[in-house]
């Protein structure tokens, strides 16, 4: 079955520092990973996508097959980046099943 | 575009009672989610449209869950009846068909509260 793992409930650091939320996953096929993010009373939304290697808002996320990760980066926190994040993964083929991880909640300290 | 629309947002009912959810996807969009997310955990799917077919229920609890996708466009989520541990945020999510990655928008989601 598939899975998704968020080993970080609650993450908390200083403005300026690095952040990396912590993303594994299960899945025997061929994966399609995201990063969604919910901002206080909004609505959950895409950051990013591991097919896009792009950089959104400073934040990266690279796939790593071997490790089965897709952990978020960013090398400069702001304040405006607390959140909550939650990892995705959706099932290729058929269905294309999105399952989400338990998400973190980050808080950036002035 | 308009977005994922939702009703109603917030809803209080006793346990036993009957209560149902609409949800109204982007204009297009085949695919359609309904999500539940209890405080403090990632959202469950608990069924998945294409168009008006069901393509994974696996998740939802049918003794008391049903929902429908008239004519592929609306849905609505049926809970009956309602139990105290079914409290939690319900989002309805969207997207296209086919294509790698697409993205899935949400509505602002509808908090049920049992009593």
């Known amino acids: 079955a598939q899975r998704v793992t968020q080993p970080e409930k609650l993450l908390s650091v200083f403005k300026g520092a690095p952040v990396e939320l912590k993303c594994n996953y299960s899945y025997s096929g061929s994966p399609e990973l995201f990063w969604y993010v919910q901002y206080s009373r909004q609505r959950l939304q895409l950051l990013l996508r591991h097919i896009s290697r792009e950089s959104i808002k400073g934040f990266t996320a690279d796939l790593n097959k071997g490790e089965t990760s897709f952990h978020l980066k960013k090398p400069f926190a702001q304040e405006e980046d607390s959140a909550m994040y939650y990892c995705?993964?959706?099932?290729?083929?058929?269905?294309?099943?999105?399952?989400f991880g338990q998400g973190t909640r980050l808080t950036i300290n002035p | 575009e308009a977005g994922v629309a939702q009703s109603p947002r917030y809803k209080i009912i006793e346990k036993r009672q009957s209560v149902a959810f609409w949800c109204n996807p982007i204009s297009g969009h085949a695919t359609l989610y309904w999500y539940q997310q209890i405080l403090g955990q990632g959202p469950k799917l608990l069924i998945q449209f294409q168009n008006n077919g069901v393509v994974d229920d696996s998740q939802l609890p049918k003794d008391r869950f049903s929902a429908e996708r008239l004519k592929g466009v609306d849905s609505t989520l049926k809970i009956q009846p309602a139990k105290l541990e079914d409290s939690a945020v319900y989002l309805c999510?969207?997207?296209?068909?086919?294509?790698?990655?697409?993205?899935?928008?949400f509505g602002q989601g509808t908090r049920l509260t049992v009593v």
């Open positions: 999510a969207s997207t296209t068909l086919r294509g790698l990655n697409t993205e899935a928008f």
């Open positions: 995705a993964l959706r099932v290729s083929g058929g269905a294309q099943k999105l399952v």
